[in-house]
C-alpha cells in the first residue's frame, strides 16, 4: 500500500529551492518522524517553507521527499508526514500548499489524510483570512473522512478561539454530531455581543431554541 501512496505528480516543484537542500531537509523531517517527534517536525517544516520561499505546488513535492523514505508498513508514518506539513504549511503562512497536499491526497488511492486537529490549524488560517469556501471544503473532506476527523478540527477550532466563525461558516454542523452543546452556544453569543454583532447574536440564539436548547437552566 505505501508504493500507491508516492504515486502523487511528479511535474510539481520547489519553486527556487536546490533539489539537494530538499533531499536534505526531508532526510532530517524523516528522522524525526521515525523518532516520533511530530511537533519538531512540524517546526522544521515551516521553518524551510518559510525560509526557503516554497510555492504551493512544492508542498505536495515534499511529501513525496519525505514519504519516499517511510519506513516499511508503517502507516501512521504517511498520517504524519500529511499532517505536519498542512500544519507547518498553515504556520508559515502558505495555506494554498496544505490545500494542493489534501486535493493531491483524497485523489490518490489508499493515500492517508492528515490528522484533524492539524487540519484545524488550517481552517483557522483560512477563516483569518476570510477565506471561508477553502475552509469549508477542508471540513467537508473530513466530514467524509469520519466524525472523528471532523470533530477534532471544530475542538481545534473553539481552542483557537474561532468557534463562533467555524459556526457561522459551517451551519450544517449543528445538524453533526459535532453540535454545539449549551455552554458553546452561549459563549458564541456573548462573543458575538462583545463585538457589536447583534444580528449575528440573534441568530445564534434562534439556533439554540430551534435545537431544544434553553438560554438558562
Not at 490528522?115 to 469556501?133: N, Q
Amino acid at each position: 500500500m505505501e508504493s500507491r501512496l508516492l504515486l502523487l505528480p511528479r511535474h510539481l516543484s520547489f519553486s527556487s529551492v536546490a533539489p539537494s537542500s530538499a533531499s536534505v531537509v526531508a532526510s532530517e523531517i524523516s528522522a524525526l518522524l521515525t523518532a516520533r517527534n511530530f511537533l519538531a517536525y512540524v517546526n522544521r517544516a515551516e521553518q524551510f517553507i518559510s525560509s526557503q520561499a516554497v510555492t504551493p505546488s512544492g508542498i505536495p513535492e515534499l511529501y513525496r521527499a519525505v514519504a519516499a523514505a517511510a519506513p516499511s508498513g508503517k502507516a501512521r508514518y504517511f498520517i504524519a508526514v500529511a499532517s505536519a506539513l498542512v500544519e507547518g504549511s498553515a504556520r508559515a503562512d502558505l495555506p494554498d500548499g496544505a490545500l494542493r497536499l489534501l486535493e493531491l491526497l483524497i485523489d490518490t488511492p489508499a493515500a492517508r489524510l492528515p490528522m484533524g486537529s492539524s487540519c484545524g490549524h488550517l481552517m483557522v488560517k483560512l477563516l483569518s483570512l476570510g477565506r471561508h469556501a477553502d475552509a469549508r471544503r477542508v471540513f467537508e473532506i473530513l466530514a467524509a473522512a469520519g466524525e472523528r476527523q471532523h470533530k477534532k478540527a471544530i475542538d481545534f477550532l473553539w481552542a483557537a478561539g474561532r468557534g463562533a466563525d467555524a459556526f457561522k461558516v459551517f451551519g450544517e454542523m449543528a445538524d453533526m454530531p459535532v453540535a454545539p452543546n449549551r455552554k458553546r452556544y452561549i459563549c458564541m453569543m456573548y462573543d458575538y455581543l462583545k463585538k457589536g454583532d447583534l444580528e449575528s447574536a440573534s441568530e445564534i440564539r434562534t439556533r439554540m431554541m430551534q435545537g431544544g436548547i434553553k438560554l438558562s437552566t
